[in-house]
């Protein structure tokens, strides 16, 4: 779980990649893993938004378990 840690909004990098900051579930009953993923510009018909908060429902902690199967990267 991501717990206190102060996870920023996204960063430019000096390569100019825009990148944000995400907890990652590579596999049901394993760690969460805090990473800095890349992102593309937004597409014609897209938007790009800043989320300054989000939270964990108990469906996603199901699909952590693995008691709830569903996809993941």
């Given at each position: ?18 990148t944000v900051r ?43 378990d693995g008691s ?6």
């Amino acid at each position: 779980m991501v717990g206190s840690e102060h996870v920023r909004s996204g960063s430019r990098e000096p390569t100019g990649r825009k990148t944000v900051r995400a907890a990652v579930l590579e596999a049901p009953n394993t760690a969460v893993v805090i990473d800095d993923i890349d992102i593309r510009p937004p597409k014609r018909g897209e938007v790009l938004v800043r989320v300054a908060a989000c939270g964990v429902c108990h469906s996603d902690l199901s699909i952590i378990d693995g008691s709830f199967p569903a996809p993941v990267p």
